[in-house]
Every structure is written in structure tokens, then in C-alpha cells.
């Protein structure tokens, strides 16, 4: 470091031009980020949904998920396969590692599920991941107004505003809800069919014959060889009519059918503040910055929507704003963090040229993280990032405060000329302790890499921020602050050097200490038991949820109800809510396309569910207000449930998740149901439920084979006879060009109210038999589980819950507790998963990693001082922060939580900073022939200016996180206030502890030495 310092007072004018392009640079790089909530993390889990029309949860699990099951295991790093099998539709969860490259991944499965073997009316598998981007970043919609009919505003958003979004550069995709269907339906009359001796299956023959296009060859013409096409393709709905279904007698498709577009039956319902709208969510690229998409989407919007008088926009989430503010209450922060640091620097030094060339390294050390950031990684500019930048414009100060305070006490000392070598001498003088100090801070977010899970990926911006801060600030102080230092102070006239009242008080107390170690060390040890009892007061909980003012509400009516039943129920639930004022929007949404795979619920879209998006009053306390509402919103409909929770852009909080295994499935059901009225009994536990409570009513047709076969029939030949009465069919595609549409065909004109009628249902077999359901099938109604589950093919049960306490750990614990005291059938067993795993995982993670980073802060002190008692003694200074860090996690009322952890980590880097300043200097005065005892006591009375600025400044820098005064700090406050408090505490025990520790380390020598001083006052005292 030294040849850096000499370069820069040799070079001042390179360091300037040097300095004003890091300066340009950052700022162009701080322009340049992508700006997000979050980092965006994929979670790694892989999800394949099938639809499977018509089929019951046993049918889509036999048929669909099994065969997938067997394809996905043999795939690399898959930890677990999960299975939800429901009416129509199967769902295969696939988990692998946080470690796992997701999309090499998902192209595995892509290739697994081309080689499975499924029914022919199973729809080409969908798969899906998520991340903390994947979901909507903007929730709008569009309403009629000023009597424009349901079709002029269909019209509007399908050929106007979802074309023109769909095209703007960073869209993913455009989602909309409450639109009608374009597909083709064809409506085939049963009593038409009978009467000109026609069956389903001999429609479905002639059409998927004639609806196809072949290559036929080529012909030459004049020499030029042309390909030949041989199509029947039908190309329009009129074509369609037209298609002969049979010659004798002559029957075309509209003879028998009634061929329409789209369904007076919608696959959701979307309304806002209680109108009919269409619902357009945006869903963004995952490399698109949100902040740009967001202004590009609403420029369109209003474009097509604001300025219209047929239609009306609104605007009821959007990702963009938050993101903002977030940004700007981060930024906030951290200039009223370097505000209060650069009071303060000016308090203790009391020269306004030291101070600024000190704070100099602020922005320097800043804009240089940027431009390191930018071009060097791939994070984005997002909560955690510019957290880092706040919590660490209190340690880049640092390094600088240490060198123009020694720069300062060299000049005050010699009362000399200020020359460049009195300088350099002065920067040299600490740059071993500031280097060594840098190297441990940065040393203590290596072990981060060993952080598993979603903490380990959350954290990594942050650190990678911190280190690339703090590591400019020790280029700064090594090279731009000696050059400042003497182009600034070269004129000044030294002031007489004196010392402090403070520094006197504090040499007499430390003499004194060092003659009363075991007092000191006893009352020291007292205060570190305390830690315990601190410990107990905390609350612990994994990452603590975001505040935002947005709820999330769910509908679930009973299994098979349809959309229309529960808009109905929806729109009654919704006439509620916006009757309190504290709600601003409401959008509410019933039903969804079937099998669409919903990132915000983590499930396959369905009939009988409604969603709502709610904004809310900026003043709304929204705890209470949800505590109100679930009071008030009861759902009128035996069997339907109401969940509500906050709308949350961070990761998810605290949960419970409980699995249970057994024999059989009936022992997994009363396990579940034991374990489920158990949970609900716990004290700050919500929306306790299981898997297996829900039960729906089927009809079990169930063939007679030796009866079919008197009619020439398998039982798959009756199926397929019966399934066309009783579900729709996709049967291809029609149309041309960029406009093809699904076809789907059913069976109409049968009665189906009972179960005598549907024992009753006529069919057409081959030959024009005519015959009824009840001649070749028993008919009945069964009990059966809504949804089938395996896991890693067995049966199993899922428990699941929210804990709304702020203290996890101890909801967590009582589970715990409560699980071990409960019976349960023989054979089956549970696993604790959600918060209770988060927790541990959490816990082992960050003390490894805690334990890894004192073992690299020892290896780099001992690489700087060449022996190995210093660096011992300096770790003493540890155990001490954690004093203070309870304590500021208790008086600030926050939960002991991953950022808390995190704080603890860097705690260790920071802490052992002021301790190295210390001991570098007894080790200097030990070169220079001082005894040990005088050497610390004048390295203590020397040091004890920088020593405390530099606390006081990070801890002045970190104040405005602390109070969590900004929008987005959330994360940042329990990390801060950890630190603020463990460096108040461990400042003040390692001016003492530290040189108490390193005397006793040299015990021997101290006794030698202070014999043969004959306990003569040392010079450390007298001065």
C-alpha cells in the first residue's frame, strides 16, 4: 500500500483525473441497472400441469401423473416428486437443489415427457418455474363505461390493447381474465344423430380424416420441380358446416350440430369495484428492468384507455411504484447516513479540510462499487443491493477517518512544515492496520458461499455490494486522501498538540484495569452471561414479511362448483369489503383457464376459486384491518373458505408445513386430521388446513365387460362412447395463417340431472345398435378424496398454515412440542418442514458460516502481524458484540431473523477493525523498544480518537436504517440495529478486554518487564 500512497503524492494530477472518471463512471453505471424489488431468484422447483378433460382425480393420477412420476425421477439432482391429481387435471412438482441450473433442468424434463406415453385426450403437458419476478408486476384493467356493450369492450382489449402490449420491448407476457373464448364449438344434437343412425365416434373419424394437409410428392413444371399438397383443411366455420359427415343419406356437420365461436359459459369472471372488466396483468421478461416496462405499459394504457371514452382504466398494483420508492428510501437513507457520519468526523477532528478529505471516500468508494457492480456482475439494483451501499457508507469511512486522524496527530505532534514525507509517513504508519482491518472485513462474507437455500442467494448482492465498497474505500484512503490531505493542508498552521480530558480518563482507567484483570474480566463474563437472558426476550423468525398496503384474498367454494356459482358468491364478498374505507381498489377474479399454473397461489387455475387484489389506504394498519375483515367475510356457501394475507413482493414469511406418511391412506387421513386440530390450537397460528379434508361427490360408471362385450363393445369402446355426453373434447384446430382455433366438440341434447338419467343414456354403437348406459354399466355415487397426493410415489398429507407472531421460533417450538405429545395411528409418521426447517436450516447455515469467518479473520490477522498472540487476543473483542446485539435487537423490538444474522457476520469484520487499530500500534511501539505495559497504554491513549470515531461514524451511518425511516429498509433494520448495538458494546469492552487479553498472553514477559521497571510510573501515565 505504500507505493500506492507515494504514487498518488508523486502523481497528484493522474489521481485527479483518476478520481473524476470513477466519478463520471459510477454515475453512468448507476443509471444503467436494471431496477427490481428483489434480487430475482428462481426458486428451484420445476412444475408440470396436464389437463386431462373429464377425468377424476383417480383417473388423472393413474393415467397422467404415474406415468409422469416414473419418467421424472431418473433426472439429475431431483430431491422430491410431488403429485396433486384432481378432477381434469394433474400436477407434478418437481424440487431440486438451490445449486440447480433450472433451465438445464426444465429442458431434461422437456425431453423426459416427450418419451411418456399418455391418453390421447391429455393435453401436451405445460411446465412451469418460478422466482420472485414471476408472477404479475402489474396488476390493471379495463372497464366499460358510457354504455359500451360486453363485446365492443372484448373487442377493444383483443385487437387494440393486448396486441400492443404484447410488443412492447421487456413483456413477457400480457394475462388477461374475463375474456370469452375464440375457440369453436361444435354442439352435436344427440336426437339428430339417433335419427340418421350417426355416432359421435363416426363424426370424430371424418373430421380428424378430412381436417389434415399431407405432402403428396412433387411435380415438374417446365423443368422446375414444385411440391404437391393434398388438404382437406376446413379454414372457417362456414367450411366446417359444410364438411359431409355421411354420403347416405347426405348429412353435413350443420345437419346434425350447432357450430357457434366461443361459450356463454367464461373461464373467469373479472370485476373491479363490482363492475364486469377484463383483467390485464403484465408478466415482464426476467432480464427486463421493471421500471422501464412498467412506463412503456403505461404509456400504451393510457393511450388506448385514459383518452377513450368507451373504456376505463385502473390501475390496481404495479410492481414499479414500490420499486421507487424502495430506491429512493434507500438512498434517503444513506446521504443522512454519511450526513451524520460527517458531523461527526468534524466533532472530534474540528477542522473542515480533514473532514471533507476524510468523507471524500464516501462517494468515491460508492461510485467506484458501482461501476464494479455494473461491469462486473450481473445483480440489479434492488432492496438488497442498496442496503449494502447503506451499511456500508459507515464502514468505507473508516480506513479514511483512521489515516487523516494520524495525519492529523503527526502534524499537531511535530508542529513542522507539512511536507509530502511527513505524509506518506503518517498514511504508511497505519496502512498495515487499515489493510489488515479491510482484509477481515472483507474475509467475513467469503463463508456466505457455504449459506445454502434461498438466504445464501437473498444475501449475495448485499455482500458482493459491502466487499467492492469497502474494498475502493482502502484504495481511497491509501491514495486519494494523503493527496488531498497535502494539497489542503499544506498551508495550515498546526495547531499545539494536547490531550484530551478523555484520553487522560481513559489511560488512568486502563492502568487501572490492567493492574485489576480479574476484576475486569469477572464483570466483563457477568455482562456476557446476561447475553442469555437477552436471548430469551428475542423473537426468531426466518426473514420478516414486507409491510405493504395490498391484500390478497382467496375464495375456495366446495369442488365443482362453477365460475358463474362463485362470482356470484364473490361479488357478495366484494359489496362487503369495499364498504370500509380503507379499501381504494378492489379487483376480484373468478375462475381461471384450467390448468394454468398461478405463481402467486402455487396452483393450477380452477373453477371454484376467486382471487382478489385489493389496494389500500397508505395510513391502513394492515394487521388489524385483516383481523377486522376475516370477521366480517363469511362466506354464505356450506364448505367454502375465505384465506387472506398480505400482498408481499419479498419472499414469503414464516409458515407451517407439516407432511404426513403411513400405511394406508386412511391411517395418513386421521394422522392429518389429529395433527390439523392440534395446530389450530396453537397460540399465533392462521389458515391452519390439510390436503385431505376435502372430500367430493363422483359418479362412478363401472363397466360390465361380459355385457359390453354382448354388444361388441370393450369397456375403453363404452368409454368412449359416454365421455362425449359428459365432457368436451378438443378435436383439432381450424383456420389459416397466424388465426387457427381450438375445436372442441360434445354431445347435447341428453338430460344428466340424476343419476337414473344418466343410467338412462342412450348410446349409438357400431351398426346403429341402440342401447343404454345402464345395459352395459352399474351407475353410482362415490366419496372421494378432491385431490389425490404422492409424494416420491406414496401417499402422504400436507399440513399447512401461516404463524403470525413475530416470533416464529417459539410457534415453531410449540409444534414441535405439541406434535411429540399427540397419538397417532401406528405406522405413520410427520416431517417438519416450512418455518420450523427454515429456522434450523438457518441457524446451522449462519453459525457455520459465523465459525468459518472467525477462522479467516485469525489466518488473515496472523498473515499481517507474523505471529499468532496478537491476532488472539484481538478475537477476544468477539464474544462482546453480542451483548450489544441482543440488546438492540430487544430495545428496537425486532425478531432475531436472517438479516439479523447477517448483521452478527459483519459484526465480526467490524469489530476486530478498532482491535487491530489498537494492537498494530502496541506492535509498533514494541519494534520501537517501548515495554508492553507502556505500550499499551500509549498506543491506548493514541488511539482511542480513531477508535471512536470509527465506531461512532458506522454507527451514526447506520441510524437512519436502524429507525427504519425509509420505504423498503425492512430487511436492512435488523441487520443494523445488530451492529449498531454490537459495536457499542464491543467498543467499549475491547479498549479494555483487548490489552488485558494481549498482557496475559505475554504474561511472562509483563512480569520480567514491570520487575525491572521496579514498578516505576510508566511513561504511558505520566504524559
Not at 403505461?298 to 376505463?312: I, P
Not at 488511539?943 to 427504519?964: E, K, N, S
Request: glycine share 8%; net charge neutral.
Amino acid at each position: 500500500m505504500s507505493l500506492l500512497t507515494r504514487f498518488s503524492l508523486k502523481n497528484p494530477v493522474a489521481v485527479v483525473i483518476l478520481v473524476i472518471l470513477i466519478i463520471f463512471d459510477g454515475l453512468y453505471a448507476s443509471t444503467r441497472f436494471k431496477q427490481e424489488s428483489m434480487p430475482d431468484i428462481s426458486i428451484p422447483y420445476l412444475f408440470i400441469t396436464a389437463i386431462y378433460p373429464g377425468a377424476s382425480p383417480r383417473e388423472a393420477q393413474n393415467d397422467v401423473a404415474l406415468p409422469i412420476e416414473q419418467a421424472l425421477m431418473n433426472i439429475p439432482g431431483v430431491k422430491s416428486v410431488i403429485s396433486n391429481s384432481a378432477s381434469g387435471v394433474a400436477t407434478i412438482t418437481l424440487e431440486f437443489g438451490f445449486d440447480a441450473d433450472i433451465e438445464n433442468k426444465r429442458s431434461k424434463v422437456e425431453e423426459a415427457l416427450n418419451n411418456v406415453q399418455l391418453p390421447a385426450q391429455v393435453q401436451r403437458p405445460k411446465i412451469s418455474k418460478i422466482s420472485f419476478a414471476s408472477g404479475p408486476m402489474m396488476y390493471s384493467s379495463i372497464t366499460a363505461v358510457n354504455g359500451t356493450s360486453t363485446e365492443e369492450l372484448q373487442r377493444i382489449v383483443k385487437s387494440r390493447i393486448v396486441p400492443a402490449l404484447q410488443g412492447l420491448d421487456g413483456v413477457g407476457r400480457v394475462q388477461t381474465y374475463g375474456l370469452l373464448s375464440d375457440d369453436i364449438y361444435i354442439k352435436l344434437n344427440a336426437q339428430k344423430m339417433k335419427a340418421r343412425g350417426i355416432s359421435f365416434q363416426q363424426v370424430l373419424q371424418v373430421f380428424q380424416a378430412m381436417n389434415l394437409s399431407v405432402p403428396a410428392g412433387e411435380a415438374v413444371f417446365e423443368k422446375i420441380k414444385v411440391p404437391v399438397i393434398v388438404t382437406g383443411r376446413v379454414t372457417s366455420v362456414e367450411q366446417l358446416g359444410d364438411l359431409v359427415i355421411s354420403p347416405f343419406p347426405r348429412t353435413a356437420m350443420k345437419d346434425i350440430a350447432e357450430i357457434r365461436k366461443g361459450t356463454d359459459i367464461p373461464e373467469s369472471i373479472t370485476r373491479v369495484q363490482g363492475q364486469p372488466s377484463v383483467a390485464v396483468n403484465i408478466i415482464k421478461n426476467p432480464d427486463s428492468n421493471t421500471v422501464d416496462v412498467s412506463e412503456r405499459v403505461m404509456e400504451q394504457l393510457n393511450k388506448y384507455a385514459k383518452n377513450s371514452d368507451k373504456v376505463k382504466l385502473d390501475v390496481i398494483y404495479d410492481a414499479a411504484k414500490d420499486i421507487k420508492k424502495s430506491v429512493e428510501g434507500m438512498i434517503r437513507e444513506g446521504l443522512l447516513g454519511a450526513l451524520f457520519a460527517s458531523l461527526l468526523i468534524l466533532l472530534f477532528l474540528r477542522n473542515v479540510r480533514a473532514t471533507l478529505i476524510a468523507i471524500v471516500s464516501i462517494p468515491l468508494s460508492v461510485l467506484a462499487a458501482m461501476s464494479l457492480l455494473y461491469y462486473f456482475t450481473n445483480v440489479t439494483l434492488n432492496i438488497m443491493t442498496l442496503g449494502g451501499m447503506a451499511v456500508a457508507v459507515g464502514r468505507v469511512v473508516d480506513d479514511s477517518i483512521v489515516v487523516i486522524e494520524n495525519i492529523v496527530r503527526r502534524i499537531r505532534e511535530q508542529k513542522a512544515r507539512v511536507t509530502k514525507d511527513l505524509i506518506r509517513e503518517a498514511a504508511e504508519e497505519v496502512g498495515g492496520a487499515i489493510t489488515s482491518s479491510t482484509l477481515t472485513t472483507i474475509a467475513v462474507f467469503a463463508p456466505l458461499g457455504l449459506v445454502s437455500g434461498i438466504i445464501g442467494k437473498i444475501f449475495a448482492p448485499f455482500a458482493i455490494t459491502v466487499v467492492f465498497s469497502i474494498a475502493a474505500s482502502l484504495l481511497v484512503a491509501v491514495t486519494v486522501v494523503p493527496m488531498l490531505a497535502f494539497l489542503f493542508m499544506r498551508s495550515s498552521k498546526p495547531k499545539e498538540h494536547r490531550q484530551s480530558g478523555l484520553t487522560v480518563q481513559y489511560k488512568w482507567i486502563l492502568s487501572w484495569s490492567l493492574n485489576h484483570k480479574a476484576v475486569v474480566l469477572l464483570i466483563s463474563l457477568l455482562f456476557l452471561s446476561s447475553s442469555y437472558l437477552l436471548g430469551q426476550m428475542v423473537a426468531v423468525t426466518f426473514i420478516p414479511e414486507q409491510e405493504d398496503k395490498f391484500l390478497m384474498l382467496q375464495l375456495t367454494m366446495p369442488p365443482g362448483t362453477e365460475t358463474t356459482a362463485v362470482d356470484e358468491q364473490a361479488r357478495e364478498l366484494d359489496r362487503k369489503l369495499r364498504e370500509s374505507p380503507n379499501v381504494l381498489l378492489s379487483q376480484v377474479t373468478s375462475g381461471k383457464p384450467k390448468g394454468e399454473f398461478d405463481p402467486m397461489t402455487m396452483t393450477s387455475g380452477a373453477s371454484n376459486q376467486a382471487l382478489w387484489i385489493v389496494s389500500l389506504d397508505p395510513e391502513t394498519d394492515v394487521l388489524s384491518f385483516i383481523e377486522q375483515i376475516k370477521k366480517e367475510l363469511i362466506p354464505g356457501v356450506p364448505g367454502a373458505k375465505l384465506d387472506i394475507q398480505e400482498l408481499s413482493g419479498g419472499p414469503a414469511g414464516a409458515g407451517i408445513n407439516i407432511i404426513v406418511i403411513g400405511n394406508t391412506q386412511t391411517d395418513i387421513r386421521n394422522a392429518a386430521a389429529v395433527i390439523t386440530s392440534a395446530v389450530k390450537q396453537i397460540k399465533g397460528t392462521d389458515r391452519v388446513t390439510n390436503t385431505l379434508l376435502e372430500e367430493t361427490v363422483s359418479v362412478e360408471i363401472r363397466i360390465r365387460p361380459e355385457d359390453a362385450l354382448k354388444f361388441g363393445m370393450t369397456a375403453y369402446q363404452a368409454s368412449a362412447l359416454i365421455r362425449p355426453i359428459l365432457t368436451e373434447q378438443q378435436v383439432g384446430r381450424i383456420g389459416s395463417g397466424n388465426e387457427t382455433n381450438d375445436l372442441y366438440m360434445s354431445l347435447e341434447g341428453v338430460p344428466l340431472g340424476s343419476l337414473e338419467s344418466i343410467r338412462n343414456l342412450p348410446l349409438l354403437a357400431q351398426g346403429g345398435r341402440t342401447l343404454t348406459v345402464k345395459d352395459i354399466a352399474d351407475v353410482r355415487e362415490i366419496s372421494q378424496p378432491s385431490v389425490l397426493q404422492l409424494r416420491n410415489g406414496e401417499d402422504y398429507a400436507m399440513i399447512t398454515g401461516d404463524i403470525t407472531d413475530d416470533d416464529a421460533g417459539r410457534v415453531s417450538r410449540e409444534v414441535k412440542e405439541t406434535l411429540a405429545g399427540l397419538k397417532l395411528p401406528e405406522g405413520t409418521e410427520y416431517l417438519l418442514e416450512g418455518s420450523n426447517k427454515q429456522i434450523q436450516d438457518m441457524m446451522a447455515d449462519m453459525g457455520l458460516a459465523m465459525l468459518v469467518a472467525v477462522g479467516m479473520v485469525y489466518v488473515v490477522m496472523v498473515a499481517a502481524f507474523g505471529e499468532g498472540k496478537a491476532p488472539l487476543a484481538i478475537l477476544f473483542s468477539l464474544p462482546f458484540a453480542l451483548i450489544g446485539a441482543l440488546l438492540g435487537t430487544v430495545i428496537a423490538k425486532q425478531p432475531i431473523s436472517v438479516s439479523s444474522l447477517i448483521g452478527m457476520l459483519m459484526l465480526i469484520g467490524i469489530v476486530v477493525t478498532n482491535a487491530i487499530v489498537l494492537v498494530d500500534r502496541v506492535q509498533h511501539r514494541l519494534q520501537k523498544g517501548m515495554i508492553i505495559r507502556e505500550a499499551l497504554l500509549e498506543s491506548g491513549g493514541t488511539r482511542l480518537r480513531p477508535i471512536l470515531m470509527t465506531a461512532i461514524a458506522t454507527i451514526c451511518a447506520l441510524l437512519p436504517l436502524g429507525l427504519g425511516l425509509g420505504e423498503g429498509a425492512l430487511i436492512s433494520t435488523g441487520l443494523a440495529v445488530v451492529v449498531i448495538g454490537g459495536l457499542v458494546t464491543s467498543t467499549l469492552l475491547t479498549l479494555l478486554i483487548v490489552p488485558i487479553m494481549y498482557e496475559l498472553l505475554h504474561w511472562d514477559k509483563v512480569r520480567r518487564e514491570l520487575r525491572r521497571a521496579k514498578r516505576m510510573p510508566l511513561s504511558g501515565i505520566d504524559e
